[in-house]
Protein backbone atom coordinates (compact mmCIF):
# COMPACT_ATOMS: atom_id res chain seq x y z
CA UNK A 1 0.00 0.00 0.00
CA UNK A 2 0.89 3.32 -0.61
CA UNK A 3 2.77 4.95 2.48
CA UNK A 4 4.61 8.39 3.08
CA UNK A 5 8.24 8.93 2.89
CA UNK A 6 9.20 10.59 6.30
CA UNK A 7 12.35 11.28 7.75
CA UNK A 8 14.32 11.09 9.05
CA UNK A 9 13.56 7.16 10.50
CA UNK A 10 15.50 7.85 14.05
CA UNK A 11 17.10 10.82 16.07
CA UNK A 12 19.10 10.51 19.07
CA UNK A 13 19.06 14.48 20.68
CA UNK A 14 20.60 16.58 23.39
CA UNK A 15 17.94 17.73 25.71
CA UNK A 16 17.25 21.53 25.05
CA UNK A 17 18.09 20.91 21.35
CA UNK A 18 15.11 21.99 18.43
CA UNK A 19 14.21 19.23 16.04
CA UNK A 20 12.66 18.89 12.73
CA UNK A 21 11.11 15.82 10.93
CA UNK A 22 9.38 16.03 7.56
CA UNK A 23 7.26 13.94 5.61
CA UNK A 24 6.88 13.67 1.60
CA UNK A 25 4.31 12.08 -0.95
CA UNK A 26 4.18 12.00 -4.61
CA UNK A 27 0.33 13.12 -4.09
CA UNK A 28 -0.89 16.42 -3.19
CA UNK A 29 -2.94 16.01 0.37
CA UNK A 30 -5.64 18.31 1.36
CA UNK A 31 -4.92 17.65 4.47
CA UNK A 32 -2.28 16.62 7.39
CA UNK A 33 -1.91 15.45 10.34
CA UNK A 34 0.67 14.97 13.10
CA UNK A 35 0.44 12.54 15.46
CA UNK A 36 2.59 11.04 18.54
CA UNK A 37 2.66 7.67 20.30
CA UNK A 38 4.43 6.96 23.22
CA UNK A 39 5.57 3.75 24.23
CA UNK A 40 2.83 1.14 24.96
CA UNK A 41 -0.09 3.61 23.80
CA UNK A 42 -1.77 4.60 20.72
CA UNK A 43 -1.21 7.36 18.43
CA UNK A 44 -2.64 10.84 19.33
CA UNK A 45 -3.17 13.80 17.61
CA UNK A 46 -0.95 16.79 18.02
CA UNK A 47 -1.58 19.02 14.89
CA UNK A 48 -4.18 19.24 12.15
CA UNK A 49 -3.04 21.26 9.14
CA UNK A 50 -5.87 21.95 6.22
CA UNK A 51 -4.59 24.41 4.21
CA UNK A 52 -1.22 24.56 1.69
CA UNK A 53 1.07 27.41 3.46
CA UNK A 54 -0.56 26.64 6.70
CA UNK A 55 1.59 26.91 9.86
CA UNK A 56 0.12 26.25 13.28
CA UNK A 57 1.53 25.81 16.61
CA UNK A 58 0.73 23.73 19.77
CA UNK A 59 3.11 24.81 22.55
CA UNK A 60 6.72 24.20 21.76
CA UNK A 61 5.59 21.86 18.23
CA UNK A 62 5.28 24.47 15.05
CA UNK A 63 3.81 22.07 11.76
CA UNK A 64 3.39 23.52 8.37
CA UNK A 65 1.84 22.27 5.56
CA UNK A 66 4.15 22.12 2.10
CA UNK A 67 2.96 25.44 -0.56
CA UNK A 68 3.39 22.24 -2.95
CA UNK A 69 0.73 20.51 -0.56
CA UNK A 70 3.23 17.40 -1.49
CA UNK A 71 4.71 17.65 2.29
CA UNK A 72 4.49 18.49 5.60
CA UNK A 73 7.47 19.77 8.54
CA UNK A 74 7.02 19.21 11.95
CA UNK A 75 9.61 21.23 14.35
CA UNK A 76 10.04 20.72 17.95
CA UNK A 77 11.47 23.33 20.05
CA UNK A 78 13.74 23.10 23.21
CA UNK A 79 13.05 19.17 23.49
CA UNK A 80 12.53 17.78 27.26
CA UNK A 81 12.50 13.70 27.86
CA UNK A 82 9.02 13.99 27.68
CA UNK A 83 9.37 14.14 23.68
CA UNK A 84 10.75 10.82 23.51
CA UNK A 85 8.49 8.60 21.35
CA UNK A 86 7.07 8.12 17.56
CA UNK A 87 6.04 10.91 14.89
CA UNK A 88 3.76 10.00 12.79
CA UNK A 89 2.76 12.13 9.67
CA UNK A 90 -0.72 11.14 8.05
CA UNK A 91 -2.20 12.80 4.67
CA UNK A 92 -5.64 12.78 3.25
CA UNK A 93 -6.51 13.40 -0.46
CA UNK A 94 -8.73 15.12 -1.64
CA UNK A 95 -11.90 13.12 -2.58
CA UNK A 96 -10.87 10.33 -0.14
CA UNK A 97 -11.47 9.76 3.41
CA UNK A 98 -8.46 7.09 4.34
CA UNK A 99 -5.30 8.69 5.84
CA UNK A 100 -2.09 7.33 4.23
CA UNK A 101 0.42 7.64 7.47
CA UNK A 102 3.93 7.86 7.52
CA UNK A 103 6.33 5.29 8.58
CA UNK A 104 7.45 7.28 11.51
CA UNK A 105 10.23 9.13 13.23
CA UNK A 106 11.56 7.56 16.60
CA UNK A 107 12.56 10.68 18.63
CA UNK A 108 14.96 10.09 21.90
CA UNK A 109 15.98 12.55 24.05
CA UNK A 110 19.55 12.49 25.61
CA UNK A 111 18.70 14.62 28.92
CA UNK B 1 -14.35 10.77 28.16
CA UNK B 2 -13.47 7.43 27.33
CA UNK B 3 -13.01 7.45 23.63
CA UNK B 4 -12.15 4.51 21.97
CA UNK B 5 -10.99 1.64 24.10
CA UNK B 6 -9.68 -1.55 22.88
CA UNK B 7 -10.20 -4.91 25.11
CA UNK B 8 -7.86 -7.07 25.49
CA UNK B 9 -4.69 -5.04 25.86
CA UNK B 10 -2.70 -8.06 25.60
CA UNK B 11 -3.19 -11.63 24.35
CA UNK B 12 -1.06 -15.05 23.52
CA UNK B 13 -2.48 -17.56 20.96
CA UNK B 14 -1.50 -20.61 19.78
CA UNK B 15 -1.21 -21.40 16.39
CA UNK B 16 -4.55 -21.86 14.75
CA UNK B 17 -6.80 -20.49 17.51
CA UNK B 18 -9.25 -17.61 16.73
CA UNK B 19 -10.27 -14.93 19.05
CA UNK B 20 -12.18 -11.53 18.41
CA UNK B 21 -10.63 -8.08 19.54
CA UNK B 22 -12.60 -5.23 20.50
CA UNK B 23 -13.29 -1.89 19.92
CA UNK B 24 -15.85 0.35 21.22
CA UNK B 25 -15.78 4.11 20.84
CA UNK B 26 -18.07 7.11 22.61
CA UNK B 27 -17.80 9.90 20.31
CA UNK B 28 -20.96 8.83 18.03
CA UNK B 29 -17.69 8.60 15.43
CA UNK B 30 -19.32 7.38 11.64
CA UNK B 31 -15.89 5.74 10.71
CA UNK B 32 -13.61 3.14 12.57
CA UNK B 33 -10.76 0.94 10.93
CA UNK B 34 -8.44 -1.41 12.08
CA UNK B 35 -4.66 -1.24 11.77
CA UNK B 36 -1.56 -3.10 12.53
CA UNK B 37 2.28 -2.05 13.72
CA UNK B 38 5.06 -3.91 12.74
CA UNK B 39 8.17 -2.66 13.37
CA UNK B 40 9.44 -0.29 10.81
CA UNK B 41 6.40 -0.96 8.54
CA UNK B 42 4.33 1.91 10.26
CA UNK B 43 0.55 1.49 10.51
CA UNK B 44 -1.07 -0.97 7.98
CA UNK B 45 -4.86 -0.74 7.14
CA UNK B 46 -6.29 -4.05 7.52
CA UNK B 47 -10.33 -3.38 7.42
CA UNK B 48 -12.39 -0.38 7.98
CA UNK B 49 -16.09 0.66 8.04
CA UNK B 50 -17.53 3.69 7.04
CA UNK B 51 -20.95 3.31 8.63
CA UNK B 52 -23.15 0.81 10.86
CA UNK B 53 -23.47 -2.58 9.25
CA UNK B 54 -20.69 -1.59 6.29
CA UNK B 55 -17.12 -3.10 5.73
CA UNK B 56 -14.28 -2.59 3.90
CA UNK B 57 -10.81 -4.08 2.78
CA UNK B 58 -7.66 -2.21 3.54
CA UNK B 59 -4.15 -3.09 2.63
CA UNK B 60 -3.56 -6.28 4.43
CA UNK B 61 -7.36 -7.69 5.23
CA UNK B 62 -6.13 -11.66 4.80
CA UNK B 63 -7.10 -13.83 7.83
CA UNK B 64 -9.07 -11.12 9.28
CA UNK B 65 -12.67 -10.32 9.40
CA UNK B 66 -14.56 -7.72 10.75
CA UNK B 67 -17.95 -6.69 11.77
CA UNK B 68 -19.92 -3.08 12.48
CA UNK B 69 -23.52 -3.89 13.90
CA UNK B 70 -23.73 -1.72 15.96
CA UNK B 71 -22.24 2.07 15.16
CA UNK B 72 -19.76 2.30 18.59
CA UNK B 73 -18.70 -0.96 18.12
CA UNK B 74 -15.96 -2.49 15.26
CA UNK B 75 -15.07 -6.10 15.85
CA UNK B 76 -11.94 -7.76 14.53
CA UNK B 77 -11.90 -11.74 14.52
CA UNK B 78 -8.98 -14.02 13.67
CA UNK B 79 -10.42 -17.28 12.61
CA UNK B 80 -7.10 -19.30 12.36
CA UNK B 81 -4.29 -17.33 14.05
CA UNK B 82 -0.53 -17.46 12.34
CA UNK B 83 2.45 -15.99 13.77
CA UNK B 84 2.62 -13.44 10.59
CA UNK B 85 -0.26 -12.14 12.79
CA UNK B 86 1.96 -11.37 16.01
CA UNK B 87 1.48 -7.84 16.04
CA UNK B 88 0.17 -4.75 17.81
CA UNK B 89 -3.79 -3.77 16.33
CA UNK B 90 -5.20 -0.48 17.11
CA UNK B 91 -8.82 0.70 16.58
CA UNK B 92 -9.34 4.17 15.34
CA UNK B 93 -12.49 6.12 14.70
CA UNK B 94 -13.41 9.35 12.98
CA UNK B 95 -16.16 11.58 11.85
CA UNK B 96 -16.43 12.00 8.20
CA UNK B 97 -12.72 12.92 7.31
CA UNK B 98 -14.28 15.37 5.07
CA UNK B 99 -15.37 17.22 7.68
CA UNK B 100 -11.88 17.88 9.23
CA UNK B 101 -10.48 16.22 12.03
CA UNK B 102 -8.49 13.04 12.46
CA UNK B 103 -8.04 9.56 13.66
CA UNK B 104 -8.85 9.11 17.36
CA UNK B 105 -6.89 5.91 18.42
CA UNK B 106 -7.21 3.26 21.19
CA UNK B 107 -4.18 2.20 23.38
CA UNK B 108 -4.02 -0.95 21.43
CA UNK B 109 -3.99 -4.59 21.69
CA UNK B 110 -0.16 -6.84 22.04
CA UNK B 111 -1.02 -9.86 20.25
CA UNK B 112 1.61 -12.69 20.25
CA UNK B 113 0.82 -15.98 17.90
CA UNK B 114 2.84 -18.86 19.18
Known amino acids: GQQLNQSPQSMFIQEGEDVSMNCTSSSIFNTWLWYKQEPGEGPVLLIALYKAGELTSNGRLTAQFGITRKDSFLNISASIPSDVGIYFCAGRASGTYKYIFGTGTRLKVLA | NAGVTQTPKFRVLKTGQSMTLLCAQDMNHEYMYWYRQDPGMGLRLIHYSVGEGTTAKGEVPDGYNVSRLKKQNFLLGLESAAPSQTSVYFC?????????????FGSGTRLTVV
Open chain 2, 92 to 104: ASSPNPGQGGGYT
